[in-house]
């Protein structure tokens, strides 16, 4: 596991879950792409409090937040970040029985074991999260429960978000107390965990990419942090241009967090809803693997440019974006 960065507001570097209201920098800088504060009303009206961009914690927040979009990055701006300050009663709440959760942890596991999540979804959905709580799974790939996305895969919670009056998309970063993680298979339908040996679920123990946790436990295992709010054009990569350069994965296995971008950069953003809505669905267990080849091959129609691309996502192939004609684009 790589060492992830801990910002000291909540559980500082030995450990310990430090009070809730600690100092930081909540400075305003102006920003020409930052909207009217209203916009962001209902964030602050709920315990959360918008961080200076010239703070620490915004800059640490941020270079996770687009390191893990990978190579939508480029073209992903950071509009503003609120923190959860527990001002509210709810919040409050929370953050004591969060608290409580990771002391349980810690006594009964020998140690806490506390990770990074990313959760997307749309404005109204964190809302209601950091109001009420969560109240829904939102993933059945790998067990039923809530999913969160962790910082190397943020991409792959990113089909989730969704624009909101402002044009902008949001994403919570979360504390998730994992306990003893234990490994998921694809396509389980399992709701808790399989022994009291374990407390939560991963889809791969060495290096995840979902964290799975039961819905017994998600208003107790997850305390939301921040709330990222971000622009992404709708899965288009700035400008198309006639050619992409080479994409380099390193990677084996078909990734739906590298797959994506390849394809909206190929065949551009007309496409890439419906693209990433078949992804989605397949993620979310509503379609199997092959119904998924079978959709993208409908949306694209090309099966030489869709094999062209999964091809490139396992061996660091260069991808060429379809001429006129429907061809590569490269030599014959």
Known sequence: MEREDQVSIIIDDGGEIL???????????????????DCFDAFTRNGMMRIGEESKEHRVIKNQF??????????????????????????????????????????????????HGWYGASKQEILHIISFGFSRCNGQSHGVGVYLSTSKFILE??????????????????????????LIRAGSKQIYPSSEEFDSGVDNLEEPSRLVVWSAYMNSFILPLYIVSFKAPSFSIGSLRGQINEV??????????????????VFGPAKGDMISKSLDDHRKCKINRDQM????????????????????????????APNREGGSGGNN
């Open 19 to 37: 009070d809730a209201g600690s100092e930081t920098d909540s400075s305003s800088s102006s920003s020409s792409s930052v909207p009217k504060p």
């Open 66 to 115: 687009l390191t893990g979009m990978n190579q939508l990055a480029e073209d992903t701006s950071v509009v503003t970040i609120h923190k959860n300050i527990c001002s509210t009663m709810y919040m409050k709440a929370r953050f004591k029985a969060f608290k409580s959760c990771v002391d349980a942890v810690r006594e009964r596991r020998g140690d806490r074991n506390v990770k």
């Open 157 to 182: 919670t990113f089909p989730s978000t969704t624009e909101d009056e402002n044009g902008l998309r949001h994403m919570m970063f979360c504390y998730v107390e994992m306990g003893k993680m234990e």
């Open 248 to 265: 380099r994965t390193g990677g084996e296995k078909l990734s739906i967090a590298v797959l994506l971008p390849m394809l909206v950069k």
């Open 293 to 320: 080849i079978q959709s993208l091959k409908r949306i694209i129609g090309n099966d030489r440019m869709l094999i062209s691309v999964i091809k490139a996502s396992r061996g660091n192939l260069a991808v060429r």
